[in-house]
């Protein structure tokens, strides 16, 4: 899930450290069509379940797939010690 | 001044280089720790306020302080009179035309070129001519260090993490140029883009890499602009097949050939957009089909024809051309990432300068 850490990232950037994320295998783009189509076909019932399914819980489900990074200080930017 | 909480690291000096390496803050390279006295003589170099905000980083979105540009500035080895180009270089690459989230995120090895044109070249000795994208400048080394440290630091372009690149390139360290205004018969890059001569200004041009032309045989410029077009068509750079604006750091030997012959830039744009073609046949139908055909102004280089042909750039004038280098007969062809990064160029404030 190389491209996982990244979007975790990018969605707690804007404020949605909770978005649950819904990986697809890697590589794609080198994979047959009909491969892809699959994928798409496989992970179509995930995605109705992120967005339409029951709300308890479902963060804390996903953020066990795609965990949080630890957050690095920035030099000179936010405070440090 | 006391806008940021102080870090304290135990031990010598060697143990404060350490421990930024330890934290992930530096490009793998020692840094200088920066002290707060250090900071504070960077700080006294900026015509601004040290909260002032001189950009939004993607991806992390975080702002740009000219505190946070000169700490991350004395890290990178640079002089304080040096931290105004590097303050209009985060404002260069936080503008929405530089397109820097995807810069940052990509797979793509791509990283900001800085060229800095007018007096501020001259004051900071930034080397416009031999070895100008190689080492030995301090300032040339120093200030796209700082820049690349920014973007890391405060944008959170992390390796691995957040900066995608596959295999990145060794620019992602430094890249910065000033160009050869001296020995250019042309008219400088800032003066072709609107700005006076005596104006200092720094562009921000996204380069996947540099690829050398070189030609020290021909005397005349059709023999030049041959070699120029065979070499500026790198079918599988991003440049060729999803589209953008390429760069040409053209040698004052070659430019001198060019311009004896009555060659303006932009003839030799034009000359280029003409003759510098890939045949369609040199992409795959995958290539084709899903980048050609799908993203480099679909209709126009849409044709299947074996034969027909694809220019580097969507137009003539969205090559740059700038002047630089020492003696000898080399140019450099630096393919874009693609159109949706452009050049942006930001005056440069230099209270001793104006």
């Given at each position: 899930m190389p491209f996982a850490f990244k979007t975790r990232r990018e969605a707690e950037s804007l404020g949605m450290a909770d978005l649950p994320l819904v990986v697809l295998p890697h590589p794609l783009s080198s994979r047959a069509e009909d491969v892809i189509r699959r994928f798409a076909a496989e992970t179509l019932d995930e995605v109705e379940y992120a967005l339409a399914g029951p709300v308890d819980g479902l963060a804390a489900r996903y953020h066990q797939r795609v965990a949080p990074l630890e957050r690095t200080p920035v030099p000179g930017g936010e405070p440090t010690t | 001044m006391a806008l940021q909480k102080t870090l304290a690291v135990q031990g010598d000096l060697a143990d404060a280089i350490e421990y930024f390496i330890d934290k992930g803050w530096t490009d793998g390279l020692p840094v200088i720790p920066p002290t707060t006295e250090l900071v504070e003589r960077m700080l006294r170099h900026s015509t601004r306020a040290p909260e002032d905000v001189l950009g939004v980083l993607p991806p992390s979105r975080a702002e740009a302080?000219?505190?946070?540009?000169?700490?991350?500035?004395?890290?990178?080895?640079?002089?304080?009179?040096?931290?105004?180009?590097?303050?209009?270089?985060?404002?260069?690459?936080?503008?929405?035309?530089?397109?820097l989230f995807g810069i940052q995120a990509t797979t793509n090895p791509v990283t900001p070129l800085l060229v800095v044109n007018g007096p501020v070249g001259t004051a900071l000795a930034l080397n416009s001519k031999s070895n100008c994208l190689g080492n030995g400048t301090r300032s040339n080394?120093?200030?796209?260090?700082?820049?690349?440290?920014?973007?890391?630091?405060?944008?959170?372009?992390?390796?691995?993490?957040?900066?995608?690149?596959?295999?990145?390139?060794?620019?992602?360290?430094?890249?910065?140029?000033?160009?050869?205004?001296?020995?250019?018969?042309?008219?400088?890059?800032?003066?072709?883009?609107?700005?006076?001569?005596?104006?200092?200004?720094?562009?921000?041009?996204?380069?996947t890499g540099t690829f050398q032309i070189h030609d020290g045989y021909s005397k005349s410029a059709l023999d030049l602009l041959q070699t120029f077009s065979s070499s500026c068509v790198p079918v599988g750079s991003t440049n060729m097949h999803i589209g953008g604006g390429p760069l040409l750091i053209v040698g004052p030997e070659h430019a001198e050939i060019l311009h004896g012959a009555g060659f303006s830039k932009a003839d030799m744009k034009g000359y280029l957009y003409e003759t510098a073609r890939a045949p369609v046949r040199a992409y795959s139908q995958a290539m084709l089909r899903y980048s050609v055909h799908n993203m480099r102004r679909p209709r126009r280089f849409a044709s299947t024809n074996p034969e027909s042909t694809i220019p580097l750039a969507d137009s003539a004038e969205d090559i740059s051309i700038v002047v630089a280098g020492g003696p000898g007969g080399h140019s450099v062809f630096l393919p874009s990432m693609g159109a949706h990064t452009r050049p942006v160029t930001r005056v440069v404030k230099i209270p001793s300068l104006q």
């Open positions: - | 302080t000219v505190h946070a540009v000169a700490v991350n500035a004395v890290m990178a080895g640079c002089r304080p009179e040096y931290l105004p180009v590097v303050e209009s270089a985060i404002e260069a690459i936080a503008d929405p035309a530089f397109s080394a120093t200030i796209g260090r700082a820049l690349r440290l920014c973007m890391q630091n405060i944008g959170g372009g992390l390796p691995g993490l957040m900066d995608m690149a596959t295999q990145g390139q060794p620019g992602k360290f430094t890249m910065c140029i000033a160009e050869n205004e001296e020995e250019s018969p042309w008219e400088p890059f800032h003066v072709e883009h609107g700005f006076d001569r005596e104006v200092s200004t720094v562009t921000a041009i996204s380069v």
